[in-house]
């Protein structure tokens, strides 16, 4: 075996900074784990899965570190197996079937690789891509699984959309430890819970396997806009309208093809920021620039709310935000500020990671605009509560674009069609991403930012959603407005809501509509021992 086992004896000071993820609230206290595997082959994953189950310890896995919750390093007396050493792009490669035969998939993706491995490697070796995440530093072990969401899913769906197979390590019901492969013809059910079914769930994954991926674009537009929080702080109003204004757009562009390549964030950032932003990268359904009408019609709908092009750093807070300016050579016919890349560079520049330090997130999804109430909780916690706090300068509401190629069969997403969604994704109605974060670094101030945020998500479901909650259409809450949260932007909050022990709530529903059960049937099957667990594990 070659992995590098590593405990609190470690001779090379190691394993403090081992333990930690990319969020600095974990472990808490009195939570590290008591060893951890480093595995770059899957040969030393199974090596180490056994070992630690033979010591009788907890696993919990790692890829790029970034869980949002204490999954993986909240783990005292466990070992955390850390597979981001794990790496490497395959191309042509023949998998031995169960039933005595061979398929050979175009890709393989090692779960370690962090995004920017991915990107960069498919990019120079075969001009191909996945179209997921713009934190590139982020593992594609946690993030494939989860669902993959990022840039161009608008115009070629989620990256489990693309996804064939998977190597999994499941533990059997007698304890030995069993390498599967799952397809759409073995194991379906373990490979339906791997398209979005999220990370730690069911065991350890080692590769993704895909017969295709999307061509990567040629060029890609980038913009920067912001706007002044004082066009708006004394007029919710014209806040109201601005946000409908980008909603109503994006209502109309999921079933406008020529659309589903332009991707875009707005940053509703507190008002100690400075301002709001939104970011834009686009190229057309051929992967170019010859048709730069979408990028124009969304410039000019938000044109009159008077933006002004998007400095380096976001006034007062000291954030550097996605699509900067450069010195890229402009393009005819382009909106004003904005310049033309090649697709590698635009990936690179558009990273999102941002330094490691202390974080919480919520997410939501939303089928339509804004209501008064949403409105309302927006404007004040963002523009009120805290106002004169510049810790929370730190701290916004990130609205994506979502739809398109997500959520219809088209001529980019690779055949699938989402009327027929054989994945554990089950969003493919909304036209908004939204996810909510706030970042700190003094743990002292771990209550005031927890509880901002807490209060602040709640409110804005007051009226439309459930228990606080953006709750998805169900018995519960017919024809709900929202399609639930995102299982890679995990939030221990939900497993209550705000009201504990609330008749017809479940954190399962709001994560997975629909398919919740199914999916724990499964999790039982593959994983009859349940030793792969943590707080909002299927069946939790």
Request: glycine share 12%; aromatic share 12%; with cysteine.
């Amino acid at each position: 075996m070659s992995y590098v086992f590593i405990d609190a004896h470690d001779a090379l000071h190691r394993y403090e900074t081992v333990t930690q993820g990319f969020n600095r609230r974990w472990p808490s206290p009195g939570q590290s784990a008591g060893s951890i595997y480093v595995c770059p082959t899957p040969d030393d994953a199974l090596a180490a899965l056994r070992d630690a189950l033979r010591k009788k310890e907890r696993p919990t896995i790692r890829s790029g570190g970034h869980c949002y919750e204490g999954f993986v390093s909240n783990n005292p007396g466990g070992a955390i197996i850390d597979v981001g050493l794990m790496t490497g792009i395959f191309t042509d490669v023949a998998v031995h079937l169960e039933n005595h035969s061979t398929h050979t998939y175009g890709f393989e993706v090692r779960a370690g690789n962090q995004l920017w491995d991915t990107y960069a490697n498919l990019y120079k070796r075969t001009g191909k891509t996945i179209p997921g995440g713009t934190c590139y530093s982020v593992g594609s072990g946690g993030h494939i699984v989860g669902g993959g969401y990022g840039g161009l899913s608008r115009l070629h769906g989620l990256v489990v959309d693309w996804l064939s197979g998977v190597d999994v390590l499941v533990v059997d019901a007698h304890g030995n430890v069993r390498p599967l492969h799952a397809n759409a013809t073995q194991h379906t059910g373990l490979f339906k819970l791997c398209r979005g079914g999220g990370g730690g769930n069911v065991g350890l994954i080692t590769s993704y396997y895909f017969d295709d991926m999307p061509v990567a674009p040629q060029q890609v537009a980038t913009l920067g806009l912001q706007y002044p929080w004082f066009l708006f702080r004394n007029d919710k109003t014209r806040f109201g309208e601005f946000l409908n204004t980008y909603a109503q757009f994006m209502l109309n562009a999921d079933t406008d093809t020529r659309t589903y390549g332009l991707f875009t964030g707005m940053g509703l950032t507190h008002v100690t920021a400075g301002g709001i932003w939104i970011g834009m990268q686009y190229s057309d359904e051929s992967g170019g620039l010859t048709d730069l009408t979408p990028l124009n019609d969304f410039v000019n709908t938000m044109k009159p709310f008077g933006p002004k092009l998007l400095d380096t750093y976001l006034a007062g807070s000291g954030m550097r935000l996605p699509f900067v300016p450069s010195n890229a050579p402009l393009v005819s016919g382009l909106p004003a500020g904005a310049q033309m890349f090649d697709w590698l560079f635009a990936v690179q520049s558009g990273n999102s990671s941002g330094n490691n330090q202390r974080g919480k997130y919520k997410s939501s999804y939303m089928k339509s605009g804004f209501t008064q109430t949403e409105i309302d909780a927006l404007f004040q916690y963002l523009t009120v509560v805290n106002a004169n706090d510049s810790h929370f300068a730190h701290s916004l509401v990130q609205i994506d674009s979502y739809g398109g190629a997500i959520n219809h069969l088209c001529s980019t997403n690779n055949g699938f069609n989402p009327a027929n969604n054989q994945t554990a994704v089950a969003q493919r109605s909304s036209i908004l991403k939204l996810q909510y974060q706030t970042y700190w670094t003094d743990p002292a101030d771990d209550d005031k930012h927890l509880s901002w945020l807490r209060d602040f998500y709640y409110a804005v479901h007051a009226q439309d959603g459930y228990n606080g909650t953006p709750y998805p259409t169900s018995t519960t809450l017919p024809n709900s407005r929202y399609e639930g949260c995102y299982i890679n932007y995990p939030d221990i909050d939900m497993l209550t809501g705000k009201t504990p022990g609330l008749p017809g709530y479940s954190w399962g529903e709001l994560y997975y509509s629909g398919i919740y059960n199914e999916l724990v049937a499964i999790k039982k099957r593959y994983d009859p021992l349940n030793i792969f667990h943590h707080a909002m594990s299927l069946g939790a």
